[in-house]
T-cell receptor, first 111, second 116 residues
């Protein structure tokens, strides 16, 4: 079973920040939070991951609460091409566990 | 060219036929995976392989078999296809060394299978 809870869908205006929440209240101390996205029916694409510190890369920022029970993926300036299903996954890093993909959040970026 | 290539990209077949989906990768990764995706749902793991001598069942392996012919090739077979195997199938790879010890997945473009 997926260890995360995400809203089914969200809308965001083009050019605005998209903030996608994820709850993972049962996360263990050695589990990372990963984010992937799937554009239309393409293969999912890795976005970012983190353990407890906030992380940023060229695609997005990941904010993890201090108690690690929830996190937020931030797309700072959403474009129409960011319309996709976003998956939040918790998993021990390395080869300890397989990735379990839940239904994710369908983000629609509106013009 | 894609790093993870799946063939065929689309296939329509009839109930009872044997079908093989092939996956090849040029990333040099050691681990390969087959996932299935049904409309509106997440991905479910069918089989995974750590190397050519290692095959492991995922959560929905019944009705499927796999073959790891080489490090770069991982095939999924449906011995006798049935309509509820109609789905989008994804191959993925991962590698401990090149992904900074995080093991994230790299996916192919998918193979859409329809069983009539």
């Amino acid at each position: 079973d997926a260890k995360t809870t995400q809203p089914t869908s969200m809308d965001c205006a083009e050019g605005r920040a998209a903030n996608l929440p994820c709850n993972h209240s049962t996360i263990s101390g050695n589990e990372y939070v990963y984010w992937y996205r799937q554009i239309h029916s393409q293969g999912p694409q890795y976005i970012i991951h983190g353990l407890k510190n906030n992380e940023t890369n060229e695609m997005a920022s990941l904010i993890i609460t201090e108690d690690r029970k929830s996190s937020t993926l931030i797309l700072p300036h959403a474009t129409l091409r960011d319309t996709a299903v976003y998956y939040c996954i918790v998993r021990v890093a390395g080869y300890g566990q397989n990735f379990v993909f839940g239904p994710g959040t369908r983000l629609s970026v509106l013009p | 060219d894609a790093d993870v290539t799946q063939t065929p990209r689309n296939r329509i077949t009839k109930t009872g036929k044997r079908i093989m989906l092939e996956c090849s990768q040029t990333k040099g990764h050691d681990r390969m995976y087959w996932y299935r995706q049904d409309p509106g749902l997440g991905l479910r793991l069918i089989y995974y392989s750590f190397d050519v001598k290692d095959i492991n069942k995922g959560e929905i392996s019944d009705g499927y078999s796999v073959s790891r012919q080489a490090q770069a090739k991982f095939s999924l077979s449906l011995e006798s296809a049935i309509p509820n195997q109609t789905a989008l199938y994804f191959c993925a790879t991962s590698d401990f060394q090149s992904t900074g010890r995080t093991g994230e997945l790299f996916f192919g473009e998918g193979s859409r299978l329809t069983v009539l």
